[in-house]
């Protein structure tokens, strides 16, 4: 299986591009800055190190990335690990390795990145659970329904 999960933010602002040909597809890349929570090297200075780890998103997905995030901006994506190969202007061999983005989730609040407090929603306190509503309705299970028949 070859699944990664990400969550971090954009170390630049996601560069899109198009195909060229008569089905044109948006092709995003950027890069994530994910910390590492423990680092041998850092871990008595109490930071944490740092990952860029480059991304690309295609069709409607790339699409909406490119137009909803820039660079500082916290990202969730879910994908597969790529690694290409290709030759270099040099002639050398070059390997990228690469998330192709599957799924991604927004991870705040548009106005509090543009406000400069990234991850303000995360931190705030719960609010308080709402109450019940008076008018939900609660049936009755009809006689000879078990509870093993229930499909939850």
Known sequence: ?????????????????YT???????????????????????QQNGQSDVDFINCVAFGKTGET????????RKILVS???QVSSYDGKDGQKRYSTDVVV???EFCE???DAEN?????AQQSAPSAPKPASTSEKFYEMPDG??????PF
Request: proline share 1%; no cysteine.
């Open 1 to 17: 299986m070859n699944k990664v999960i990400l969550m971090g933010n954009l170390a630049r602002d996601p560069e899109v591009r």
């Open 20 to 42: 060229s040909g008569e089905n044109q597809m948006a092709v995003t890349r950027f890069a994530i800055a994910v910390n590492r929570r423990f680092s041998r090297s850092n």
């Open 65 to 72: 990335i490119g137009n909803y995030f820039t660079k500082g």
């Open 79 to 81: 994908g597969r690990l």
């Open 102 to 104: 599957e799924d991604f």
């Open 109 to 111: 609040r548009r106005s």
């Open 116 to 120: 400069g407090s990234f991850g303000a």
């Open 145 to 150: 329904v078990d509870d093993e028949d229930l």
